[in-house]
Every structure is written in structure tokens, then in C-alpha cells.
């Protein structure tokens, strides 16, 4: 079978990998980007309206593809966008009515109170692909309760976790027990957007460096706050700020850690989706220490230190566990916890399945008509 996936002007999504694990099917990505991993690619160009603040890689972006609605991109069986309020999902919707094939819309947004559903156009963008989309794939079960509550057909929503590369994402062991390495990788901002909470992580540590835990903390990641960071980096030798590092480097990084910390927070237009670092994290052996923000609790098992956004002291303790004896044992569970319920072959697989059923439950109709799934 094969998929048309249309990405918004200059996002790689995050279920790409997991599109490319899907068995015996044939993935074409649409997009702006020259290059993209998939067995084709088909390059548009991209249109914006200028808006306040920075957009690129984020979906919400008044943002299409030129030409979309009017591509001819040879048979295909399903049209795949990213999120209900997207402009490239109001593309695909045409498109898929044009092809007289199913579209398919996957979630990770998880707030049904974003003050983008309540605003247009992104309103009336939600509204007509609830109304139109044959199914919808969403990726946290979160993320299936905010679609339920936007008006999306709960028969019609169907959860699939997205995977992680164990062949990449692997533990060795190879940690300094001397002085470990406490891990940080997101965004380095602390605002409106998409808050991982680099500040209350860099609190903790500094609370344990003083409490005498000796610690070497590495952030990875790039954001408003790197210059300040790397400021106070100089001031405190625990600290090291190493900016934006490919996915292979991550891994091996993290193959040298003790732990991994993300303390995300929610923001008016966002919460943490999935965690895809802690999902990594897990499956290169390591313990992980989060906040209950967002999906962060589905995805992360429970033995694992999850505390309250903002508790800075309940980081720190949650390190100071991570770092000892029971944290190896954590680590152990969380790579058998991923190979079992996030390894990317088989959610791959399961996401193959979801597609198919949906396919096979749409009624397909004349192009001039609207397209209307199968029970309701």
C-alpha cells in the first residue's frame, strides 16, 4: 500500500521514523525540505504570512505548500497530515477529496483549551477536518481524549505510541560512576512556547553540587537561554552547554550518561506531547527524572521519579536517586519496558494496522462529493 504524508513547511516530524517502519508500505513525503528519508520525496514550495516571533518547526504556522491541493502524486491509498488545526491538514483534506482516497489525520497535540482552537482561521480549519477526516491517528492516548472533546468520532481515533530505535538507542554501560553525567536535551527556553524546563533542571543540580553529590550536568539543545547559559557555565564547572547535536551523537551521549532530566511545563498553548528524549533515554538504559506534564505519565513507567512542574527540590532528589543503586535497576526495566511497548519495528507495524483499518472502514464517493466515513 502506499502513503502520501504532507508536512508543514519546514517541520520534520516526529513520526517519520515511525511512517518509515511501517511493513510492506510505500511512503512518498511531501514537503519544503531538499531531502527527506522516505522512499520519495516530492518538494513544493513553501508560503508564509509573516507572524510575531519565530516559526519555523512549528505546525500551528500560517504556513502551506504551493500547488498541494492540484499535485498529481501518482496512486496512492491514504493522505496523512500532522494535527487537526494545521494548514497542511486543510491542504490535505482537498487533496484527498480531489483523489477520492481517505484522509487520515495524526495528533499529538494534547490541550483542547489551546486558544488556537477558539481563533481563525485555525477554528474553522479544525472544524471542517473533524468533519471530513476518515480517521485519526493519535499518538498518546491524551492526545485521543483532547480530539474526542474537539468533536472527532472516538470509534474513529485510534492510539498509537510512537516507536524508538533500539538498534540506535542502546545502553553499554560505559559510565563514569566517579562524577555521572546528568543529561539534558530540548529546547533552552523559558516561556510561552514549548517549556522544557532547562532552568529548574540546572536548579537542581546546583542544589545537589552544594548538598556535596558530585555530578557533572550537559545540556544539549539550543534556545534564547543558551547565551546565559553558557555565561553561567563559566562560572559553575558542573555545568557544560553543548548546543544542538545530531540524533547519533545524542545516542551516543547518552550511552554515557547516568540519567536523563526533562522538566517540562506547561505553557497557555502547550504541554509535553509524548517526550520523545525520555523515550530514547529508556532505551539506551538509563533511569530518567520528569514532571507529570502533559503525556509525560503515560509514556514513562512509574518507577521512574516524576514530580510536580516547577518542584525543583523533588528534581534534585529524584537525580540523587537516579545516580545511586536503585537508578541502574530503574535503567534496566526501562530498556525492557521500551523493547516491549515502544520498540519502533512494531509500533511501526501497529501503525500499519491502524491505517489499514481505516481504509478499509471508509465508503469511498464521487470526487465532487464530500468524503464521509464509514459509521458516521
Request: net charge positive.
Amino acid at each position: 500500500m502506499k502513503a502520501l504524508l504532507c508536512l508543514p513547511p519546514a517541520r520534520i516530524s516526529n513520526e517519520l521514523d515511525l511512517f518509515r517502519a511501517m511493513p510492506d508500505w510505500g511512503l512518498t513525503v511531501v514537503t519544503d525540505r531538499e531531502s527527506v528519508p522516505a522512499d520519495r520525496s516530492i518538494r513544493l514550495a513553501p508560503r508564509r504570512v509573516p507572524v510575531v516571533g519565530g516559526h519555523e518547526g512549528w505546525t500551528a504556522a500560517p504556513a502551506w505548500l504551493r500547488g498541494l491541493t492540484r499535485l498529481q502524486p501518482g496512486p496512492v491509498d491514504v493522505v496523512v497530515s500532522l494535527e487537526l488545526f494545521s494548514f497542511g491538514s486543510r491542504q490535505a483534506s482537498g487533496l484527498a477529496r480531489r483523489l477520492g482516497v481517505p484522509h487520515v489525520v495524526t495528533i499529538f497535540e494534547t490541550l483542547a483549551d489551546n486558544p488556537l482552537y477558539r481563533v481563525p482561521p485555525w477554528r474553522q480549519i479544525t472544524r471542517r477536518v473533524v468533519s471530513t477526516a476518515a480517521g485519526f491517528i493519535c499518538f498518546t492516548r491524551r492526545a485521543a481524549a483532547h480530539a474526542v472533546l474537539l468533536g472527532c468520532p472516538e470509534q474513529r481515533c485510534v492510539v498509537v505510541h510512537p516507536g524508538v530505535d533500539t538498534a540506535r538507542f542502546f545502553p553499554t554501560g560505559d559510565v563514569d560512576p566517579r562524577r555521572p553525567v546528568v543529561l539534558f536535551v530540548g529546547m533552552l527556553r523559558a516561556d510561552r512556547g514549548a517549556d522544557k524546563g532547562v532552568l529548574d533542571v540546572v536548579d537542581a543540580c546546583a542544589r545537589l553540587q552544594r548538598d556535596g553529590t558530585r555530578l557533572r550536568l550537559v545540556l544539549i539543545g539550543e534556545g534564547p537561554l543558551g547565551p546565559a547559559l553558557v555565561e553561567r557555565a563559566a562560572k559553575q564547572p558542573f555545568l557544560e552547554v553543548l548546543g544542538r547535536r545530531p540524533r547519533d551523537e545524542v545516542a551516543h551521549l547518552m550511552r554515557r550518561a547516568g540519567t536523563l532530566v526533562l522538566a517540562s511545563r506547561r505553557t497557555a498553548k502547550w504541554e509535553e506531547q509524548f517526550g520523545f528524549v525520555l523515550a530514547e533515554a529508556m532505551a539506551a538504559g538509563l533511569p530518567v527524572v520528569a514532571t507529570r506534564s502533559g503525556a509525560i505519565p503515560e509514556v514513562v513507567p512509574d518507577w521512574n521519579p516524576l514530580v510536580d512542574e516547577g518542584d525543583v527540590e523533588g528534581l534534585a532528589e529524584g537525580i540523587r536517586l537516579a545516580l545511586g543503586a536503585k537508578g541502574s535497576q530503574w535503567g534496566c526495566r526501562n530498556r525492557r519496558y521500551v523493547e516491549e511497548h515502544l520498540e519502533l519495528r512494531k509500533q511501526g507495524a501497529a501503525l500499519s494496522e491502524a491505517l489499514r483499518g481505516i481504509i478499509a472502514a471508509w465508503t469511498p464517493l464521487p470526487a465532487t462529493s464530500r468524503p464521509r466515513p464509514a459509521n458516521g
